[in-house]
């Protein structure tokens, strides 16, 4: 009972997710979409694996630099499996096992952990916010006021990130209290370095371009006519829509993100929420067979296992 409590929001979220795309499918008057040529899904599944290798080799750079001992293989495995407990779990749960795992297996510090997170997580918001200043103003809109709202939000996540990289960096030389936290504390002088900050920000940008890659192979699967700017432009609106986990795995999130995205820009809705569908399908067959390949490997069931039920007594 404790259980189906914890997680009601997956259950009802995949209920009426379920019943929507049902719906859709009924009354779709979408091309292709009773069917999927192996190719495009192959081609989906391949640009996966390139999304999730990019976003692996910054990690790596940055753990070499903390001397963590880990494999390109090993860290790519635990990046797999992570995302792939992000799809199920509600607030990210992926993100707390792979900090178990880091710390079980490599001695890693939480405070470490933490840091190093946010680190990414800066980056990445400061690297969506440029991306969307390079790209919103190319999308096609029906009149000029969603694109000025859209670089005033993409200035301002790009300024947030800025920030929040340097703003404890500058107030280190000035207070000897913050001076200590950042030097001694942890390990976040040699997290944000700019060597980290530029290579990080290039294999982003090379992950979001991979994503970009997906959605615009299947528009080209569904006769959506979207040239590589658009298509560019609306996966970094869509990513930033998708930043906040309303749901686990934000079912539903992204398909409507889409869809929504696509009615503005003068489309037929449903031709995005089906490129969405087919998206999050070879997802879930990329990262679940792999990820379940992994966690036999890495042992990472019973470690989870472990968490979730001290958890579930403590709640």
Do not use: C
């Not at 997680?7 to 795309?21: D, E, H, P, R």
């Not at 903390?66 to 494999?71: A, V």
């Not at 609306?234 to 398909?255: A, R, S």
Request: aromatic share 16%.
């Amino acid at each position: 009972m404790k259980l189906l409590k914890k997680y009601y929001k997956n259950i009802i979220s995949l209920i009426v997710f379920i019943a929507g795309l049902s719906y859709l499918f009924y009354n779709s008057d979408v091309h292709h979409v009773t069917g999927l040529d192996w190719r495009v899904g192959a081609g989906v599944i391949l640009l996966h694996g390139l999304f999730y290798f990019l976003l692996t080799i910054p990690q790596l750079y940055i753990l070499r630099n903390l001397d963590t001992k880990i494999g390109l293989g090993q860290l790519f495995s635990i990046t797999i499996v992570t995302n792939f407990l992000n799809l199920l779990l509600p607030a990210r749960g992926g993100i707390l096992l792979r900090g178990i795992i880091f710390n079980k297996n490599y001695g890693m510090k939480k405070r470490d952990y933490a840091a190093f997170s946010l680190f990414m997580s800066l980056v990445g918001l400061f690297v969506m916010g440029a991306m969307g200043l390079i790209f919103f103003p190319l999308m096609d809109w029906d009149g000029d006021k969603p694109i000025y709202l859209m670089m005033g939000g993409a200035t301002l996540l790009m300024l947030f990130g800025f920030y929040g990289l340097y703003s404890t960096k500058a107030l280190a030389k000035w207070n000897k209290k913050i001076g200590e936290l950042y030097h001694q504390k942890t390990n976040w002088s040699k997290i944000n370095k700019k060597s980290n900050f530029i290579v990080t920000s290039l294999f982003y940008s090379g992950s979001l371009f991979s994503y970009a890659a997906r959605i615009y192979l299947l528009s080209i699967y569904f006769y959506l006519e979207l040239d590589l700017f658009d298509v560019t432009a609306l996966t970094v609106l869509l990513l930033l829509i998708n930043t906040v986990p309303v749901l686990p795995g934000n079912i539903g999130i992204k398909e409507a993100s889409l869809s929504g995205i696509l009615s503005l820009m003068g489309y037929n809705p449903q031709i995005g929420f089906f490129i969405a569908i087919v998206d999050r399908v070879m997802q879930l067959v990329f990262l679940g067979v792999l990820g379940a390949i992994f966690s036999f490997k890495w042992n990472i069931w019973s470690e989870w296992g472990k968490t979730n039920k001290d958890t579930l007594e403590e709640n």
